[in-house]
């Protein structure tokens, strides 16, 4: 297995987060794509401490930090939802258009 | 300061501690009076007249206070607050003064101004505008507190015009008919007249002296200063032309008997202790600078009160109206007081003032009580009221006789004194004069008692007496009447309390105070003797006798009557050449007024608005409010092309974050 093959496969993780951050319209699954495009970081972040830095495990570390700030972000988003549901029956983001001039 | 102390009981004077540091308070609180009667006197249950009796009632604690520490000990104080100066010379304060003559005048004041303001509960219960009445009233009295306890000659034109205007206020009263505004006019312009006087006076002596101060006038006048020796004569003749107007001297008197148009506690106010006191106050309190002048001057002033005693007490025989007969009685006596200040008797002068208040007061609210009663002001509509009106009949009585000069009742001791004084002074022939005023004055007072409370009743209705709120005040002024003039017998000092002579002595600069020192008999006689001829005569022709219409068809002398009865032509005389003058005048200054000065400012009105056209149309609107317009505009248009990018599309608006992304990293991978 050679480094690129990991990093191919972390910038389609990402791009498909960056996809479906853009085109969905439901706010659970935006937020599940923006959970993606962590998890496309998680892998760069351990594979390039397994490829490039040899010792102390520096990239898991970190990877480990991504991933318990992603926890709590899933949390404090879902909650947000969860206000938005219940406030305006409705979890669609071409609802939530309040936000301008 | 130097104090030029004449006298030990001077010299014992203290400084009166709280009561004179305080003494101010009897200046504010019947001012303070006037406005809180204006505000909330129709909501009182007396209309304010509560509250104008309690502000007096509270000044006359003050004032008794003081008059009695003055008695035992003398007090002279002053206190002065500056409020403005010019340059480094001529200095503005208000304040009051603290000495015999004006604890005097505070005494005499609140305890007369008191008994009239209760008559007036009374006399004046459900007339029109009562709390008017009120407020105007307060405003009288405190004026004149603010004039007598003037420091300064400033001061004093504040409390004089303030009693001018309240005077016009009150004579004119009832001003739906049109005979008693023209009183108030004539009141008000005739004092105006003399005001010039006593305004061109002042700026004299505050310019030749350098400071309004009275005290310091009576300093420069007694140590014969040269400055103001050079300006005395005129500014002695200025300020008693001031004199003159408020004291109703000939022949400024024309006013007094019109101002009768008032409701009567008015008049009884305003000949008793405010208002007409004035003058002779004023004379008192520059009595140095009268001094200074010398003899030859004043004789001058001493002859004008001598005509205003006898010519004028002439006039109040042939009057018809009671309170006119009142009126020109009050014009003579001034005319005693007058003659006396002039000739040099500081206290004869003041001596008659402040009896003369106590049984003018008590005549002048008698005949309101008999007007109230019989419900007209004419003689010849009364009669017969001593049965019906017992009361006001016997203290009617008190006063005329204490008038009339009769022993021992005030008047006499008064006038006494007053003629000693002239006697004394090398006055014989204007003495003479006096002594025939007497005369005239008992003669008029019997007239006056015999028509209205002898003979038959010629009225309409049944009089009642008076209710006891007006009766009171009557009987109250009757004993001052009767015995204030024991404060003065020549030569005589009560144990403990001196005399009115020794209070009136408390003062800064003692100058020439001409007085008696011991009993006249002989001349105390002749006086005695003319007044009860007066009396007398005046019983026979006008008295319930039988053959009493012959004596007063002989009394009607052809010529002397109608002279009388048309008040010498003075008043024509006056009016005549105010009419005749005033008329191509006033017709001259309006046509001036309308095409000169107005053709003048209306050029200039009309250049004006060219010009602010101009301004308006020109540089405005088209200027800066172009410019403001322009900017607005711009703003305005930037913000709508701008505002539309803001879509609230949370996606729109992540498109644009991760376009940009690409477009960074697009930069720095293949371009850099």
Redesign the interface.
Known sequence: MILSQFLVLAAALFAFG?YG???RRNLVL?LLSVELMLAAVNVNLVAFESYLVTSQAIGQVFAIFVITVAAAEVGIGLAIVLMIFRNRRSAN??D?????? | MTFLLAQEHVAQAGDGGFWADTAGVMLVLPLLAFLVILAFGKRMKYQGGEIAVGALAINLVWASVLFVMNMTGGVLDQTTFEIGRIGSGLVFELGWVVDGLSIMMYFLINLVGLLVFIYALGYMHGDRRVDWFFAAFSLFAGAMLVLVGAPNLIQLIVGWEGVGLASYFLIGFYWEDLEIVKAGNKAFMTNKVADVGLILGTILVGVSIGTFDLAELGRAAAEHDQTLGAVAVTAGFLLFFGAMGKSAQFPLHIWLPDAMAGPTPVSALMHAATMVTAGVYLMARTFPLFEYLGADTRNIMVAIGAITLFAIGLLALVADDIKKVLAYSTVSQLGYMMTAVAAGGYTAGLFHLFTHAFFKALLFLGAGSVIHAVHSNNMSDMGGLRKDMPTTYWTFVAGSLALSGIAPLAGFWSKDEILATLGQEGYTTVMWVAIAGAFVTAFYMARCVALTFHGSYKGHGHPHESPPIMTRPLVALAIGSILFGLFNIPGVSWPGIGNFTDWLAVREVVMGDHHAESMDFALAGIGLAAAVLGLALGWRVFGPDKGTQQMRDRFAVPLVYPLLRRKYFIDDLALGVVGATTGPVARFVDWTNTYVIDGVINGVGGLVKMLGNFVYNGVDQLGVDGIFNGLSAMTDGAGGAV??W??????QY??AF?AGAIILVVLFVFVI
């Open positions: 960056v951050l853009l085109v935006i983001v071409d939530l258009s309040l936000m301008r001039w | 505002r539309k803001q879509t609230g599309r949370v996606q992540a498109a991760v």
